[in-house]
T-cell receptor, first 111, second 113 residues
Framework: QKEVEQDPGPLSVPEGAIVSLNCTYSNSAFQYFMWYRQYSRKGPELLMYTYSSGNKEDGRFTAQVDKSSKYISLFIRDSQPSDSATYLCAMTRNQGGKLIFGQGTELSVKP | DSGVTQTPKHLITATGQRVTLRCSPRSGDLSVYWYQQSLDQGLQFLIQYYNGEERAKGNILERFSAQQFPDLHSELNLSSLELGDSALYFC????????????FGEGSRLTVL
């Protein structure tokens, strides 16, 4: 069993839809949780960062962490075609440590 | 542009050969990470260096090795290549105030024929 599980999709939604992306994990020692976005033929870039449990909002993006359930989510409101990319969850036990990534969910937002 | 530079961008070689991938981290970043990305395995952590010293090791094969030089650039050496080594290899770096954010290069795409 992988440490981090993420549905690879692909996920296709119409423009303006609310998108929900999720990951589950098995290691309770993870404390730092991130979402990276990867466009085709590019390296991943950090989208959201959360420490421990709770919610964080940044514009159209909201990240949620539920450590008791070992479950993290990313919500995208009013999705745009420019949001079409692969979204990877990532987590680590401590700052400066190795990041463990989910497999990534491929998202396509249709105009 | 993340500030992390990887060369070469594309590489095609044959089974049994050896290749070297090069990474220049962002200016001032001391940590370098190597990841392998394939369709079926996703982004897999290989190895981390901090200021020239190996810091953490992941699922890196014995046929693979890496090092970080005094000028902080890093190289990943892949030898006795197999078809299954075909993948995207990413280098990432992070700074002293590392909050967990890694800055990724654009990757080196290796194709083994």
């Amino acid at each position: 069993q992988k440490e981090v599980e993420q549905d690879p999709g692909p996920l296709s939604v119409p423009e303006g839809a609310i998108v929900s992306l999720n990951c589950t994990y098995s290691n309770s020692a993870f404390q730092y949780f991130m979402w990276y976005r990867q466009y085709s033929r590019k390296g991943p870039e950090l989208l959201m960062y959360t420490y421990s449990s709770g919610n964080k909002e940044d514009g159209r993006f909201t990240a949620q962490v539920d450590k008791s359930s070992k479950y993290i989510s990313l919500f995208i409101r009013d999705s745009q075609p420019s949001d079409s990319a692969t979204y990877l969850c990532a987590m680590t036990r401590n700052q400066g440590g190795k990041l463990i990534f989910g497999q990534g969910t491929e998202l396509s937002v249709k105009p | 542009d993340s500030g992390v530079t990887q060369t070469p961008k594309h590489l095609i070689t044959a089974t049994g050969q050896r290749v070297t991938l090069r990474c220049s981290p962002r200016s001032g970043d001391l940590s370098v990470y190597w990841y392998q990305q394939s369709l079926d395995q996703g982004l897999q952590f290989l190895i981390q260096y901090y200021n020239g010293e190996e810091r953490a090791k992941g699922n890196i094969l014995e046929r693979f090795s890496a090092q970080q030089f005094p000028d902080l650039h890093s190289e990943l050496n892949l030898s006795s290549l197999e078809l299954g080594d075909s993948a995207l290899y990413f280098c990432a770096s992070s700074g002293l105030a590392n909050t967990g954010e890694l800055f990724f290069g654009e990757g080196s795409r290796l194709t083994v024929l």
